[in-house]
C-alpha cells in the first residue's frame, strides 16, 4: 500500500495515536492517553491498527498483578468474615439447622467454615446439638484476616508488590474460591507494553503531520453543518473508492 493510500485508510484513532509519538522515541499506556486524551480501550484499537500497517513495533512487554477486593469482599469488610459471624452466633446458643436456616448466610459457606472452625478448634458442639466457642478459643488469627481484609476497602488495583509482605499469604489464599464460595480479593493480571515507529511509521507521521490531519477530521457532512454552515470550516476525511 503506498503512502498516500495508507493516510486516506487510517482511522481518525490512528492519526491521534501516531501523532503522539512526535519528538518521542517510545511509549506506553499511560502515556499515550495523556498525549491523545483517549480512553484505554480506542488506544488499544488504534494500536492494533498501527501494528497491522507495521506502522509500529513492540519494545518492551510486562506482566503485573493487581489486588482488588471482590464484591463478597466488600461485604465481608463491611459484615465481618463467615467465621466470625457464625463465632458470633455460636455465642448466643444456635444450632447448626438453625444456623444453615437463617437468611444471613450462604448455605454453600456455612459448611466449610464450620468446618474450618471446628479444625482451628474455635468452635465445638455442645449438649442439644448447639454450637459452642471453647473458652480457650483464641480467636486472634481469624481476626486479623478481618482486619486484613478491612484494610483493603479503600484501595483500588494496588500492585502486588505493594503488598505488605505479612497480607501476601492471607491475600493469595483469600483470592481463591472456597466451596461454592466466592472469593474475597480478585487479583488480576495485566499486560504493559511500550511501542515505538518504525520506519515505515516514522514516514507515516511525517505524512499526516504534512497534511495537516489531527484525527478531529470529520467523517462525512452532517445535516447540522449544513444548517449551520460549519461545512465550511470543517475538515472532512478523505475516502478511497
Known amino acids: 500500500m503506498n503512502q498516500v493510500s ?4 487510517m482511522h481518525p484513532l490512528e492519526i491521534k495515536t501516531i501523532r503522539a509519538f512526535q519528538g518521542i522515541d517510545t511509549l506506553g499506556m499511560d502515556q499515550l492517553q495523556v498525549a491523545t486524551g483517549l480512553d484505554p480501550a480506542r488506544i488499544r484499537r488504534a494500536l492494533e491498527w498501527l501494528l497491522t500497517r507495521d ?11 493487581f489486588v482488588n477486593l ?15 459471624r457464625i463465632v458470633e452466633h455460636a455465642r448466643s446458643g444456635i444450632t447448626m439447622k438453625e444456623l444453615q436456616a437463617n437468611d444471613a448466610f450462604d448455605p454453600a459457606e456455612i459448611g466449610p467454615a464450620v468446618g474450618a472452625l471446628k479444625k482451628q478448634k474455635l468452635l465445638a458442639f455442645a449438649d442439644g446439638g448447639k454450637l ?18 478491612e484494610s483493603y476497602v479503600d484501595k483500588s488495583d494496588l500492585p502486588m508488590e505493594a503488598v505488605p ?29 511500550t511501542y515505538r515507529l518504525t520506519n515505515a511509521g516514522s514516514e507515516i507521521l ?19 453543518h449544513l444548517k449551520d454552515g460549519k461545512w465550511r470550516t470543517l475538515q472532512y476525511r478523505r475516502y478511497a473508492l
Open 6 to 9: 495508507q493516510l486516506e485508510s
Open 55 to 65: 506502522a509500529l513495533e513492540v519494545v518492551s512487554e510486562e506482566k503485573k498483578r
Open 70 to 84: 471482590s464484591e463478597n469482599g466488600h461485604f465481608c469488610a463491611k459484615e465481618k468474615i463467615t467465621e466470625l
Open 132 to 149: 459452642m466457642v471453647p473458652a480457650d478459643a483464641d480467636l486472634s488469627a481469624i481476626q486479623q484476616t478481618q482486619a486484613i481484609i
Open 165 to 193: 509482605e505479612s497480607d501476601l499469604p492471607t491475600v493469595e489464599l483469600l483470592s481463591k474460591r472456597r466451596g461454592k464460595s466466592p472469593s474475597i480479593f480478585k487479583i488480576t493480571e495485566r499486560t504493559f507494553r
Open 206 to 224: 511525517t505524512a499526516v503531520v504534512e497534511k495537516g490531519l489531527t484525527g478531529e477530521e470529520e467523517g462525512r457532512v452532517q445535516p447540522d
